[in-house]
């Protein structure tokens, strides 16, 4: 945070926004940090971590304003990153969720893993973006720089209108942490909202600060919030098959893990799976609830076929190639 600060203060006017730090119950030396070098930041702090989804949750509570921005610590930005999202949303009130476009904070002239110029998703439930699919992460060469409707707007830098957020729930606290943005977007773009994504406003993202890539913890939470994603917001014609079809895949990927010598990763795999089941009861309503809101049960933003066989069979490994 220490060393990306100073980027949102420079480059957010005070008559725009109001810059607010939420410190979700860190034990390091942050929050004297803060006091210290950035008196002028509104500190809200909470007395334990409540997870990304929760702590956001209560933050969002706090905040009086008409659009909020959901910023990773570890997002740097650039001038004028505020003015195409804040054009969208004064321009179109069927707009609810804005992501501006995303690169590599190490690796600057690639798109960031995480979010890259707007996100998408196959019909199993595999996200993926302009700029990135699976794990295949193009070079920025201006391709993708129209703006664009999306499924999902990125956590990492999400401008959402603030009364929207709240009447709609905002993030699932207990996602905890890992896809929770993506479960958000699809409940609005369901709704009857739209997200997208405004290229000429440009951040930098580390990317990966929260939990190593092969953390056996990470997997365990992608594969089980994905799975609870998908049954909360499936239309009831696809939720029965498309799940069959998941516990073939996660079988696969499963093993995959197993044989590239990541035990921990493929058990985590089950263990998500295994929770996933116990949870469904508990999700019932939310599904119900979901299904009765619904007002576009035919989202154009998540593809019909299958993300995996394109690109490891027709080996379509770019976003212009699906």
Same mark, same amino acid.
């Given at each position: 945070m220490e060393e990306f600060l100073p980027s949102v203060?420079?480059?957010?006017?005070?008559?725009?926004?109001?810059?607010?730090?939420?410190?979700?119950? !860190?034990?390091?030396? !942050?929050?004297?940090?803060? =006091?210290?070098?950035? &008196?002028?930041?509104r500190l809200i702090a909470f007395d334990k971590n409540y997870g990304f989804a929760e702590g956001y949750n209560k933050a969002m509570g706090m905040i009086d304003s008409t659009y909020s921005v959901l910023l990773n610590s570890d997002v740097e930005v650039s001038p004028g990153w505020l003015d195409g999202p804040l054009a969208a949303l004064d321009s179109d009130r069927s707009v609810a969720v804005v992501q501006p476009k995303i690169r590599a904070q190490r690796n600057r002239k690639y798109f960031e893993y995480a979010g890259a110029a707007g996100g998408f998703m196959d019909k199993y439930g595999y996200p993926y973006c302009r700029g990135r699919i699976l794990h295949v992460v193009e070079e920025d060469s201006g391709q993708y720089d129209e703006q664009a409707s999306l499924l999902w707007a990125t956590g990492a830098c999400l401008f959402i209108r603030t009364g929207i957020y709240r009447e709609e729930g905002g993030l699932?606290?207990?996602?905890?942490?890992? =896809?929770?943005?993506?479960?958000?977007?699809?409940?609005?773009r369901s709704r009857g909202y739209r997200i997208v994504c405004t290229p000429e406003s440009v951040v930098y993202h580390v990317g990966g600060a929260t939990l190593n890539a092969d953390s056996p913890h990470k997997t365990y939470l992608n594969f089980r919030n994905n799975l609870l994603m998908l049954y909360k917001n499936l239309p009831e014609q696809d939720v029965k098959s498309v799940l069959r079809i998941r516990y073939l895949l996660d079988a696969i990927a499963a093993a995959r893990f197993?044989?590239?010598?990541? &035990?921990?990763?493929?058990?985590?795999?089950f263990r998500a799976r295994r929770d996933f089941c116990r949870l469904k009861k508990e999700y019932l309503p939310v599904r119900t609830e979901n299904m009765q809101k619904t007002v576009v049960p035919e989202i154009p933003e998540i593809r019909k076929k299958s993300l995996l066989y394109s690109f490891y069979i027709e080996r379509k490994q770019k976003f212009s190639r699906l």
């Open positions: 203060i420079k480059h957010t006017p005070p008559d725009v926004a109001e810059i607010v730090v939420a410190d979700n119950g !860190s034990t390091d030396d !942050s929050v004297a940090m803060l =006091q210290e070098k950035f &008196p002028a930041v699932d606290a207990r996602f905890f942490a890992h =896809q929770e943005e993506i479960d958000l977007c699809w409940r609005l197993f044989m590239t010598g990541q &035990p921990a990763n493929a058990a985590a795999v």
